[in-house]
């Protein structure tokens, strides 16, 4: 059982509002996934402004002052934010080289997301604890994605949590387990591709972001997911410009969801949704098994 | 929590019953409201209820033992009404997973659509979905009465055994897959037929049946819509010839 809640705002005015309704949507799904969490936020000018590029880290051995330092080495702009047990690196460079400098100086440090407008922070710990430590509350942007774990695949560690950002501005949540990654793993390592964890749902994360890459879009790329992957599975996942969801044919792990004007909301239980403003009105429905839900920004 | 209210009785004899007894969730949790509504003496002292921004809490009114009258204002979560044993329980909203799973009997109306494996292993009483049920809707049913205003979704009926589930909308994939007894009807199409249930005839007695199950479900549709599915009982016993079947 694992836990997942995500907003997607279309009314600008409640941009400043993301991270407070994200936290409460995330404290309502704590005991579906106490042992670890983690969020992606699309728009926080704390951790992402614009014009700039973001990187979020898993440290390593070394600490925020550190990476910060010999990081200011070779991008004077640079500014680290210590969000706990992530980091969030941003500077006005493009991503790729803002990525090279960070694994320059963190040599033992993991890459958990990377992007323009993309933070990814996560932890092993009590999610409402984590949130506190992210200071999610205050977040704002458009589009946000949380999710609590319980491990059944893997290590409970860091980079064992959700959400898994492999490709640019992308990212994945996970309720569910596949029951082929180590297959699909080992093809996609043959391709030449890297893993930072054990855990299956980082292979679903880069196997879409290989469709994405060879040029699909979200909801085609997991229309092919349905057909390679087996197992059971509601998936999130996010990009800078869409939101989609997908639950496998077997459709036994839950998702609600709610749609008005002002934003679109995902949750694995309604309780995570009571709080949104305008649910009353909401149209709410739950994902029929193997059929794509997109929205476009 | 408001306290238990107390019928009025006259002097003539007369008894008038109070006002239900109020409970806001929002200032209250659903552990004290269940402990309330299993008080012994529950029938007679508070015999109607009503229930206040659920939102989506699990386990509201469950075990449930007492001719008592559950109202419940919005949206509640998982196992509502669950084990439900002669008590009444609306919700007006949606339902989560698992609504009136094991109900032994009493009533149970959901207003809204009610989540995966609604009724399941229900042992008896009325379930009305009066919108759309989702998937495995009456799984493994074993005397439960449950009628569905809009569809089911696939694996409803799967492994049932005893009951009627009445289908006014559209079944999904694998409807009564491994069916035992359990009578269905669908007024709209069936995507597919599960492993051992087959269309049946409908004849006077299941018009009769049926009407009498719309009726007390107060839905407005025509028996004579519908059709009837059931278990061709080749899966009983284990036999060889069938084995790819199971």
Not at chain 1, 153 to 174: I, K, N, R, Y
Not at chain 1, 226 to 243: I, K, P
Not at chain 2, 189 to 211: F, N, P, Q, T, W
Request: proline share 4%; glycine share 12%; net charge negative.
């Amino acid at each position: 059982m694992c836990g997942i809640a995500g907003l997607h705002l279309r009314e600008p005015s409640l941009y400043p509002r993301l991270g407070e309704l994200l936290t409460g949507m995330l404290c309502q799904i704590t005991e579906r996934g106490p042992d670890s969490a983690g969020i992606a936020v699309y728009g926080d000018p704390r951790w992402s402004p614009p014009g700039q590029s973001t990187v979020s880290l898993l440290p390593g051995d070394a600490g925020a002052q550190e990476i910060g330092t010999a990081l200011r080495e070779r991008l004077p702009e640079a500014v680290v934010v210590d969000a706990g047990q992530t980091l969030v690196v941003h500077a006005a460079t493009d991503p790729g080289a803002l990525v090279a400098a960070v694994r320059a100086v963190a040599g033992g440090g993991i890459v958990i997301g990377q992007g323009e407008d993309l933070a990814v922070l996560k932890g092993v710990g009590h999610p409402q604890a984590l949130a506190a430590e992210f200071r999610l509350e205050s977040a704002q942007g458009w589009q946000g994605v949380a999710h609590t774990r319980m491990a059944t695949e893997s290590a409970v560690t860091p980079q064992g949590s959700h959400p898994f950002s492999v490709g640019p501005d992308q990212c994945l949540v996970h309720n569910g387990s596949f029951a082929n990654h180590a297959t699909i793993r080992r093809e996609l390592r043959a391709a030449g591709m890297t893993f930072d964890s054990e855990n299956d749902s980082e292979v679903g994360a880069r196997f879409v972001a290989a469709q994405l890459a060879a040029g699909y879009d979200l909801e085609k790329s997991l229309k092919l997911l349905c057909e390679r992957f087996d197992g059971f599975y509601t998936l999130l996942v996010a990009t800078r410009d869409s939101f989609a969801v997908v639950r496998d044919a077997i459709a036994c792990k839950p998702a609600v969801v709610a749609e008005t004007p002002q934003w679109v909301a995902m949750a694995s239980e309604y309780r995570s949704l009571a709080g949104l403003p305008g649910i009353e009105n909401a149209r709410i429905f739950e994902p029929e098994p193997e059929e794509v839900y997109a929205w476009q920004r | 929590m408001a306290a238990l209210s107390t019928p009025l009785e006259f002097a003539d004899g007369r008894v008038e019953l109070a006002e239900p007894t109020l409970v806001d969730l929002a200032g209250s949790d659903v552990r004290a409201l269940n402990s309330a509504l299993h008080a012994v003496d529950v029938a007679e002292k508070a015999p109607t209820w009503r229930v206040v921004n659920p939102d989506g809490r699990h386990n509201i009114a469950v075990g449930l033992d007492a001719d008592v009258d559950v109202v419940v204002d919005g949206h509640v979560g998982y196992y509502c009404a669950g084990m439900n044993k002669a008590a009444t329980v609306t919700v007006n909203g949606n339902a989560g997973v698992g609504a009136a799973e094991n109900m032994m009997s009493g009533t149970v109306r959901i207003r809204g659509n009610a989540s995966q494996s609604a009724g399941a292993t229900a042992h008896g009483g009325l379930l009305v979905v009066e919108g759309s049920a989702a998937a495995r809707c009456g799984i493994s049913m074993k005397g439960v009465d449950i009628v569905v205003g809009g569809d089911v979704g696939h694996m409803s009926a799967f492994m049932g055994q005893a009951g009627r589930l009445v289908v006014c909308g559209d079944a999904g994939d694998a409807l009564g897959d491994s069916l035992y007894e359990a009578r269905l009807y669908v007024a709209g199409s069936v995507k597919s037929l599960g492993a051992d249930c087959v269309e049946k005839e409908v004849r006077a007695e299941h018009l009769a049946e049926l009407a009498g199950l719309l009726t007390a479900a107060g839905i407005d549709a025509d028996p004579s819509s519908f059709r009837r599915y059931g278990s061709a009982r080749r899966l009983y016993n284990f036999h060889v010839d069938n084995a790819s079947a199971y």
